[in-house]
């Protein structure tokens, strides 16, 4: 067993591990503080997560990767860490958050239309302007000032990512379009796609919470859906869209 302690999206996690591999993957969040929570995993949760994957897979009509028990206990930190979250006002958004300005821009859609790709050329257009603070599994924060998005060390295959926060300002649906357009949208219009994206609690009093921080979520950030062809325009054309 090895003990840690991290600093994630402000909280103070003291996570005990059977393997050494997640504390590798966290290492950009160490702190050594008192910790709010503490998570322990066991060989149990590491089962469960195998079992869930293998599901997932032949859902899809595929045959799950043999993933180690190390990587997958760092599935099962995070979905732990999850769990907690909503205590604090925070919760997991599936999504790729950019800076701009001092000002973050959230990109989310089904899977496999190209979030990762148009962050990718907003950081061609805007060069060393853009910040990029999670490509994956952002953390966000319902603050008394607005909306707060934090990196965490779960930032997608290609690690893209920082240990910063920054005020998010707009959460953009991207759909495949061969001409680049953006719009205002309505909570309505996108409260479903937004309850997919949000990691939701096992607990039913925390998928309470949950749901409450969603509604605060669509009201205290501007709301976008962006048609994009993934050319350098289509940066552009969101940016000039969603800037003010």
């Known amino acids: 067993m090895m003990t840690r302690k991290y600093k994630i999206a402000e909280k103070m996690i003291e996570i005990t591990s059977l393997y050494p591999d997640i504390h590798e993957y966290c290492k950009d969040y ?112 319902i603050a008394d000032i607005g909306v707060i998005a934090y990196g965490t060390p779960y930032n997608g295959k290609h690690r893209l990512g920082c240990n910063k926060s920054v005020p998010l300002k707009a959460i953009c649906v991207l759909e495949r379009s061969e001409e680049n357009h953006i719009e205002r949208v309505t909570k309505s219009q996108v409260y479903t796609m937004l309850l997919q994206q949000v990691y939701r609690p096992q607990d039913p009093v925390q998928m309470a919470k949950t749901l409450k921080l969603v509604d605060k979520l669509a009201e205290r950030v501007e709301l976008y859906r962006l048609g994009c062809n993934m050319e350098l325009e289509a940066a552009k054309v969101a940016y000039n869209g969603m800037k003010g």
């Open 30 to 141: 160490a702190a050594d503080v008192i910790p709010d929570f503490s998570v322990k995993i066991t060989p149990k949760d590491i089962a469960y997560e195998r079992e869930k994957t293998a599901k997932e897979y032949a859902y899809e009509g595929k045959r799950a990767p043999n993933y180690s028990e190390g990587v997958l206990e760092e599935t099962a930190v995070y979905r732990k860490i999850a769990e907690q979250m909503p205590l604090y006002d925070t919760f997991v958004f599936h999504g790729s958050v950019i800076a701009v300005d001092g000002a973050g821009y959230l990109f989310t859609a089904k899977s496999g239309t190209g979030k990762s790709t148009h962050t990718r050329l907003w950081r061609e257009y805007f060069g060393d302007k853009a910040v990029m603070i999670n490509d994956d599994k952002p953390l966000l924060k």
